[in-house]
């Protein structure tokens, strides 16, 4: 069974950092793309982060300078360092991952940047 479980948000005051996690129990993990996207209240769901199985690495514009997303194999977990938040990054936060083309999201980790 595919599961991906998100955690690390919560609220945090602007120019402040957190660190998502997100574990995933699937099979070959090191060859899996694992992106992270974000939802804000009213808007669409929007991509965020990339990392590949190489570690090749690509971000939205929006978060370029900011945020950093890595993978560690050994544990089958993908992190998303967020740097810098602005109110404009509150959102709910999913990590996905494609398997057979068929796409698996996580639960989603609330993530609200406020003073």
């Known amino acids: 069974q595919v599961q991906l479980v998100e955690s690390g948000g919560g609220l945090v005051q602007p120019g402040g950092s957190l660190r998502l996690s997100c574990v995933a129990s699937?099979?070959?993990?090191?060859?899996?793309?694992l992106r992270w996207y974000r939802q804000a209240p009213g808007r669409q769901r929007e991509l965020v982060a990339t990392i590949t199985s190489d570690g090749s690495t690509n971000y939205a514009d929006s978060v370029k300078g900011r945020f950093t997303i890595s993978r560690d194999d050994a544990k089958n977990t993908v992190y998303l360092q967020m740097n810098s938040l602005k109110p404009e990054d509150t959102a709910v936060y999913y990590c996905r991952t494609s398997i057979a083309y068929q796409p698996y999201w996580g639960q989603g980790t609330q993530v609200t940047v406020s003073s």
């Open positions: 699937i099979s070959n993990f090191g060859f899996r793309t």
